[in-house]
């Protein structure tokens, strides 16, 4: 009867390795499973099931997967019951809507803070568990310091602070292209995730502070 595949996107978007995340990086509200034949095209097969669900505007990459899991594995069973009772007609993905997912690798947690702050938010959804998005921070007078930025909200810039610029009015706040992200929880190179209040009380905002590239 063929070979199938589970895949975890409304397919014929986000074909690759990584469907979950990109999906969040891209800012989509919805995402699914798709049931595919297999097929020599990087997953082109015809589909043979497809059902979505919405993405919490919180939910970072792991804990979607979490949930599309149990769905994919109940289309799985109804789509090998139903090719067993007969031929299963499927739908030929569209072409002219196709995207790509490709693997996430440790450069992609690389944070771009020239981008705007609601973008910057769904690339710390989509960047956890793996690679998690990170950042340096420098301080006058002393060494670049690794951050592994795990969650935030957007905010405004009221100063219009250069994108990268910690700001000087909350705990760990970062001017970006649009707006500020306002960190919640982080984590220095080397120790356990904190509160930003928490790193803010060891290390409190200074004039000159910025993150960016190592």
């Not at 702050?117 to 998690?132: E, G, S, V």
């Not at 795990?150 to 700001?167: I, K």
Request: charged fraction near 20%; include cysteine.
């Amino acid at each position: 009867m063929g070979a199938i595949n589970v895949h975890a996107s409304l397919l014929p978007k986000y074909r690759g390795a990584a469907p979950v995340a990109h999906a969040i990086l891209a800012g989509e509200t919805r995402t699914g499973v798709t049931i595919i034949r297999i097929t020599p095209g990087l997953d082109a097969g015809e589909m043979l099931a497809r059902e979505s669900l919405a993405i919490d505007p919180d939910e970072t990459a792991g804990a979607l997967e979490s949930r599309l899991a149990p769905l994919g594995a109940r289309l799985c069973l109804e789509t090998v019951n139903r090719m067993a009772a007969g031929p299963v007609t499927g739908i030929p993905q569209d072409p002219a809507l196709v995207t790509k997912a490709p693997k996430l690798t440790k450069d992609s947690g690389h944070i771009d803070w020239t981008r705007p702050a609601t973008t910057i938010r769904n690339h710390l959804r989509a960047m956890r568990p793996f690679p998690t998005a990170s950042s340096w921070l420098h301080r006058e007078g002393k060494p670049p310091q690794r951050l592994a930025i795990l969650a935030g909200t957007v905010r405004d810039n009221p100063l219009s602070l250069p994108p990268g610029t910690r700001l000087p009015d909350r705990p760990f706040a970062v001017a970006t292209g649009e707006g500020a992200i306002d960190v919640t929880e982080l984590q220095p190179a080397g120790k356990s995730a904190m509160s930003a209040q928490a790193f803010a009380n060891g290390c409190p905002p200074r004039p000159g502070d910025r993150l960016g590239s190592e």
